[in-house]
T-cell receptor
Framework: AQKITQTQPGMFVQEKEAVTLDCTYD???????LFWYKQPSSGEMIFLIY??????QNATEGRYSLNFQKARKSANLVISASQLGDSAMYFC??????????FGPGTSLSVIP | NAGVTQTPKFQVLKTGQSMTLQCAQD?????MSWYRQDPGMGLRLIHY???????DQGEVPNGYNVSRSTTEDFPLRLLSAAPSQTSVYFC????????????FGPGTRLTVL
């Protein structure tokens, strides 16, 4: 069965520090995509970063990077230089075919001034 | 370019009532999906569509119907509302490939009494 696991229900980070949000996945498919979304308290889902299963380099988008370890089936999100506006829920998701996307339960990140 | 729009933003129903949640996108995306978000469970796929006239079930389809008569619209119908359907509903669209990001609507908060 396909599954996404996020083992950190809540995380705290000091402003300007880096933080890693964990995500492990389980699939028997060889081709898949991994996504991270941010959901602030206002409720909208904001796309952050994407990693394809055949991509050899880790994805980066500004302050966001994805630490992709295929053999370990992990796709951790690294946020550098945290800002107060980074306080939100963060969801890891996996896309395997057509438009089937599986989401993890999320991690609540709080940035402390 | 409005992106993905959803109406209504809030809705309160009584048990047994039916209603339709509207979703529209103006990005000419072939793929559209409906998710529900419950506390602590992330997003779960209800139904999805790979193009006009084609729909399929997701993880939690019971109690919901969909149709896709046009590329732009993908309404979700609750046949006979139950308190277990109290949730936040998100519509999303994408071009559909593994690298294609899903764009989410703002969500509909539904309460069934």
């Amino acid at each position: 069965a396909q599954k996404i696991t996020q083992t950190q229900p809540g995380m705290f980070v000091q402003e300007k520090e880096a933080v890693t949000l964990d995500c492990t996945y389980d699939t028997s498919d060889q081709s898949y995509g991994l996504f991270w979304y941010k959901q602030p308290s206002s409720g909208e889902m904001i796309f952050l970063i994407y990693q394809g299963s055949y991509d050899e380099q880790n994805a980066t988008e500004g302050r966001y990077s994805l630490n992709f370890q295929k053999a370990r089936k992990s796709a951790n999100l690294v946020i550098s230089a945290s800002q107060l506006g980074d306080s939100a829920m963060y969801f890891c998701a996996m896309k395997t075919s057509y438009d089937k996307v599986i989401f993890g339960p999320g991690t609540s990140l709080s940035v402390i001034p | 370019n409005a992106g993905v729009t959803q109406t209504p933003k809030f809705q309160v129903l009584k048990t047994g009532q039916s209603m339709t949640l509207q979703c529209a996108q103006d990005m000419n995306h072939e793929y559209m999906s409906w998710y529900r978000q419950d506390p602590g469970m992330g997003l779960r796929l209800i139904h999805y569509s790979v193009g006009a006239g084609i729909t399929d079930q997701g993880e939690v389809p019971n109690g919901y119907n969909v149709s896709r008569s046009t590329t732009e619209d993908f309404p979700l119908r609750l046949l006979s509302a139950a308190p277990s359907q109290t949730s936040v509903y998100f519509c999303a669209s994408s071009y559909g490939g593994f690298t294609d990001t899903q764009y989410f609507g703002p969500g509909t908060r539904l309460t069934v009494l």
